[in-house]
Nanobody, 130 residues
């Protein structure tokens, strides 16, 4: 079965950190651009950060620049989202999405429009609360 599985969510205080992980099952992430997309209660899904297959391209939403870092470890078939200096408004369900062959233009499209993904995970809840 081909699927993405997110982990690492939880409850954290403002200013805290979490690292989300996205693991692929049944396929290799080597050939996929990956995006982290979040959905807050009552809001539409919003692209947070995306990373290309092979050209080193990354995308960050303005709201997370300087606080979040996306990375990939193809040897482990994993993509990560390191989230620092978390804010209340970062509370959301975080999904990872995979788009085959996606580099700069495609990951920008994935993050900005949430279009172009071949696979989506089920999401992991991140709650920032004091």
């Amino acid at each position: 079965q081909l699927q993405l599985v997110e982990s690492g969510g939880g409850l954290v205080q403002p200013g805290g950190s979490l690292r989300l992980s996205c693991a692929a099952s049944g396929f290799t992430l080597d050939y996929y651009g990956i995006g982290w997309i979040r959905q807050a209660p009552g809001k539409e899904r919003d692209g947070v950060s995306c990373i290309g297959v092979s050209d080193g391209s990354t995308y960050y939403a303005d709201s997370v620049k300087g606080r979040f870092t996306i990375s990939r470890d193809n040897a482990k078939n994993m993509v990560y989202l390191q989230m620092n200096s978390l804010k209340l408004e970062d509370t959301a369900v975080y999904y990872c999405a995979a788009a085959i062959g996606a580099n700069r233009l495609q990951i920008f499209r994935l993050c900005q429009t949430r279009e172009g993904a071949d696979y989506w995970g089920q999401g992991t809840q991140v709650t920032v609360s004091s």
